[in-house]
Every structure is written in structure tokens, then in C-alpha cells.
């Protein structure tokens, strides 16, 4: 079975530097989204993208967020200046269609630890 | 506003018991809920929809428009139920409750 695929599994940085973390979605898919969860919080939307542009996105995603598909396979998540509090999980997660039926399927997750 | 809200962090039940998991929606539109569940170790995988209306692993839930909830229901708990299960809401974007710990014990 196809799987949405994330990499590293764990990200260690220094406050302050820079980011990407990458993710394979499921090849036929069209709608791309990247989730963060906070340790012991719950799963937060962060940004949804669709035919090469940001569809939506929620107010954690600042200026310092910013997502590419750079080939017809990758989609990243860059962070520019990491900072304690993106300490996460960050799921990626894809899509076949929007709405009735998305189902949107996860990655195992890129867990950031900023130090 | 879109919210999702489920009351219980912990729940803990013995094998054979039946297991009720809480979950209340707010939002204006008409709603898509969904269950995921993350089990030890493994990612987030969709358990069920409630356009779906199917049974997954013996777990049901039910759209109560009027109680806005989306509770999931299994009558036989299993010891390989104990997950981390998460309700969530897709209105525009998907919102997520902040998950439901299930311990099934022996």
C-alpha cells in the first residue's frame, strides 16, 4: 500500500538556523498538507497546498514558514529561523480530492527538536 | 469557529468491557467528522468517516447533528484497541480534537 513518506524521522538544530523537512507524498495525490503537534498538545493545521500554491493556512504559519514542491514528488517545509517553540512533531499528510472525499493520509512524522 | 472537543485525555477499560469515545463538534457549516487513531509507534491513520458509515475494527460512530457529537462506540473492547485516537472536523481545513488515550486491559 502506498504511504506518505517523511524525512528525517528526527531533526535536532540550533535556535536560530534554518530548516527543511521533507516529505513524499502519495504519488497520484493532488492536495498536500503539513500538521505540527506540540509534545503533549493536539494536532494543528498549519498549511494546506494545491496546484502549486498555498491553499490555506493557519495563523502559525508565519513568515518564517514556507512550503515548496520543488520536483513532482517532494513537498518541504521550510522553517528560516528555528526558534524553541517549533519544537514538534510535523506531519505531512496528501490527498486524492478536497472535500467529500478527502481522506488525507499521514506520514509517520519529522520529530524537531530545537536546542 | 470550527472546534473539536473531546473530554476525556485518559480512558482506560478491561478487555470485553464496551468503550465509548467522547466527541463534540462546533461549526456552522455542515460538517465532515472523521476518526483517526495513532497506535504505539505508528502514524496517523483514518479509522473511520461518518459519510462512510461503516464499521472499522468493530468501532462505529454516529453523526448526532443535535448533539453535535460523533462519539465512537465499540460493544467489545479489544486489548489491541489501546491507541491514541484523535475526532476530527473538516470544514475548510482538517481540525483535530486532542485525542483520547484508550488503555484496553487484559
Known amino acids: 500500500e502506498p504511504e506518505v513518506t517523511q524525512t528525517p524521522s528526527h531533526q535536532v538544530t540550533q535556535m536560530g538556523q534554518e530548516v527543511i523537512l521533507r516529505c513524499v507524498p502519495i504519488?497520484?495525490?493532488?492536495?498536500f498538507y503539513w500538521y505540527r503537534q506540540i509534545l503533549g498538545q493536539k494536532v494543528e493545521f498549519l498549511v494546506s497546498?494545491?496546484?502549486?500554491?498555498?491553499?490555506?493556512k493557519s495563523e502559525i504559519f508565519d513568515d518564517q514558514f514556507s512550503v515548496e514542491r520543488p520536483d513532482g514528488s517532494n513537498f518541504t517545509l521550510k522553517i528560516r529561523s528555528t526558534k524553541l517553540e517549533d519544537s514538534a512533531m510535523y506531519f505531512c499528510?496528501?490527498?486524492?480530492?478536497?472535500?467529500?472525499?478527502?481522506?488525507?493520509?499521514f506520514g509517520a512524522g519529522t520529530r524537531l527538536s530545537v536546542l | 469557529a470550527q472546534r473539536v472537543t473531546q473530554p476525556e485525555k485518559l480512558l482506560s477499560v478491561f478487555k470485553g468491557a464496551p468503550v465509548e469515545l467522547k466527541c463534540n463538534y462546533s461549526?456552522?457549516?455542515?460538517?465532515?467528522l472523521f476518526w483517526y487513531v495513532q497506535y504505539s509507534r505508528q502514524r496517523l491513520q483514518l479509522l473511520l468517516r461518518?459519510?462512510s458509515r461503516e464499521s472499522i475494527k468493530g468501532f462505529t460512530a454516529d453523526l448526532n447533528k443535535g448533539e453535535t457529537s460523533f462519539h465512537l462506540k465499540k460493544p467489545f473492547a479489544q486489548e489491541e484497541d489501546s491507541a491514541m485516537y484523535y475526532c476530527?472536523?473538516?470544514?475548510?481545513?482538517?481540525?483535530f480534537g486532542k485525542g483520547t488515550k484508550l488503555t484496553v486491559n487484559p
Open positions: 504519488s497520484n495525490h493532488l492536495y
Open positions: 461518518h459519510i
Open positions: 461549526y456552522s457549516g455542515s460538517p465532515e
Open positions: 476530527a472536523l473538516r470544514g475548510g481545513k482538517l481540525v
Open positions: 499528510a496528501s490527498a486524492l480530492a478536497a472535500l467529500a472525499k478527502n481522506i488525507q493520509y
Open positions: 497546498f494545491y496546484n502549486n500554491e498555498i491553499s490555506e
